[in-house]
């Protein structure tokens, strides 16, 4: 297979992103900085910036450039390393080609990039004989040339926001180094003593992450809190992070978490367990200058309100998006997601308050990374304001008086199929199983003979299509979906990749090993529904048969 031609603009254009995106090709590298760029003219560098370089990379005609090439001086900050790593690029247009070299001691590759013949090169530069060729190579190879081309080849977006804009970035990344350092281990045993059953990595990053952003931005603007309050601060743990980096500030949350009661004070007395109702809330205490909603669902697009209201500033990173009534959000403009949607509508709702309301992107583990910040107030509420919120909330009541919002009960609803009648369940799989299984009895036109049949592997989207309206929506109302019902039936169906749903064939009570399984006290589903029943023994099924 030929290789991809690349001209001369789209090699620059890799070259551009690769420069400042090196840590999307080395998992240990948090950000790269760049901390000088100099210009090559007449084989003397003179002093250059970020902009020129940028403007010089991607100039659609060679004569049109102005110098030689570049010299770049960067900063690559790393995720766990103690120190970080100092490196220089070098461009070199008539070359067409880009040289990074890390400083002597480091542990990461020098390599170069050329365009040959329209060909793209990339090979590792070895530091000394005894370096890891072959690993090298096959970085470069398998990492680094195929990254260039899906640059080279990308549409440029200019509306692509870039992230932690408006913190010092070296500051939050040596922060966030030393909060991990300091409190993932503790926050992880927590978490196993509670016994919470949701994921303690992505919870406990993601929340340090978002104390060090936090800590990071206060200290850049000059507005450290006197006292904050997490609206909807669920499991507590970013009050706690903050709490204990000697941040004042306090956690309301309509329903008590387990882990409330194992962090130590002063967090233990600073979560509140109380219904916040955007139109009667007060805080406890009068200190309270930060609002703080991470994740606050219905509280959201309250946020910008209740501050305007408060006389405080704000910060809000918004997961699942809702009205201003508790709703669930109704798309305003579809030619974007609905995520989007909401922070335009999230966004407009702090202009309204008067806020100099600034968007900002965060690095943590989850899709939903944009926040909003209200740092001040530099205008008055339109007057419009109070008006707009009554309405919204009147037209979500159809016409009743209560303006009060929607909030969810103190009592979370289960919805894993477990509220749900067990007849109904049983159908909902049957006809899922047979779905699986019709159009598979013949093998290419030949009976499968005594081959235990394992049917055919559909999609979710397939699954979806076979079933009637009714069913779906009971199915998303009570089970939480048909991928919740189709996990607590790990039984029956497995899950095989690219989602795609299969038979699971039943395993024996005792494996190769040796191993006993669990015994279940259950009915064998492969005895009463299969058409070539169970295909194990009865002493060798673990369920009854």
Request: charged share 25%; with cysteine.
């Amino acid at each position: 297979m030929a290789a991809a031609h690349l001209n001369e603009k789209q090699f620059w254009q890799s070259i551009a992103i690769l420069i400042r995106n090196y840590h999307a090709l080395n998992k240990k590298i948090f950000e790269v900085l760049i901390t000088e760029v100099q210009k090559l003219q007449l084989e003397k560098l003179y002093e250059s910036n970020e902009a020129e370089l940028e403007q010089q990379l991607l100039q659609s005609n060679d004569n049109a450039r102005t110098c030689e090439g570049f010299r770049i001086t960067y900063k690559m900050l790393t995720k766990k390393l103690s120190s970080n790593i100092l490196a220089n690029g070098i461009v070199n247009f008539s070359k067409q080609s880009y040289e990074c070299h890390f400083v002597a001691d480091s542990e990461f590759d020098d390599f170069v990039v050329q365009l040959i013949d329209g060909q793209l090169k990339a090979e590792p530069l070895l530091k000394q004989p005894g370096d890891d060729s072959e690993q090298a190579a096959r970085w470069a190879r398998f990492v680094l040339k195929p990254k260039l081309f899906s640059w080279a080849q990308s549409r440029p977006d200019k509306n692509v926001q870039k992230s932690l804009r408006l913190l010092d970035v070296e500051m939050y990344c040596e922060l966030y180094k030393k909060l991990k350092q300091k409190h993932a281990q503790c926050l992880l045993q927590y978490w196993q003593t509670a016994n919470e059953s949701t994921d303690p990595l992505k919870f406990i990053y993601e929340d340090l992450a978002i104390a060090a952003y936090l800590i990071t931005l206060w200290h850049c603007t000059l507005s450290q809190p006197t006292a904050f309050a997490d609206l909807g601060c669920g499991n507590g743990l970013l009050v706690h992070v903050l709490n204990a980096e000697g941040y004042k500030g306090y956690g309301y949350d309509v329903r008590r978490r387990k882990l409330w009661a194992l962090y130590p004070e002063p967090t233990r007395s600073h979560l509140i367990e109380q219904t916040v109702e955007p139109n009667s809330f007060r805080p406890t205490y009068p200190d309270i200058d930060w609002l703080i909603g991470n994740h606050s669902d219905e509280l959201s697009p309250w946020l910008p309100v209740l501050a305007s209201r408060l006389k405080t500033s704000f910060f809000l990173l918004p997961c699942c998006p809702f009205e201003l009534s508790g709703a669930k959000f109704q798309r305003r403009n579809t030619s974007i997601s609905a995520y989007q949607d909401f922070m335009l509508y999230a966004h407009q709702l702090s202009d309204l308050c008067g806020f100099e309301t600034q968007q900002d992107r965060l690095k943590i583990p989850s899709t939903k990374r944009l926040s909003l910040i209200g740092l001040k107030q530099t205008a008055k509420p339109v007057l419009e304001l109070e008006f707009l919120v009554q309405q919204e909330l009147q037209n979500h009541r159809a016409g009743s008086l209560d303006n009060s919002v929607k909030l969810r009960e103190k009592a979370e609803s289960v919805k894993n199929c477990t509220q749900v009648e067990k007849s109904i369940i049983e159908s909902l799989v049957q006809k899922i199983f047979n779905m699986l299984l019709s159009n598979t009895k013949t093998n290419n036109g030949n009976d499968v003979g005594n081959k235990w049949l394992l049917g055919q592997q559909l999609t979710m989207r397939d699954i979806a299509q076979g079933l009637t309206k009714s069913e779906l929506t009971g199915i998303k109302s009570e089970c939480g979906g048909i991928k919740t019902l189709l996990r607590n039936k790990h039984e029956v169906f497995e899950f095989c990749g690219d989602d795609r749903i299969g038979i699971r064939k039943p395993k024996a009570v005792a494996d190769k090993t040796g191993k006993l399984l669990t015994i279940k006290k259950r009915p064998c589903f492969f005895k009463l529904h299969h058409p070539q029943g169970c295909p194990l023994e009865d002493e060798e099924c673990s369920f009854i048969h």
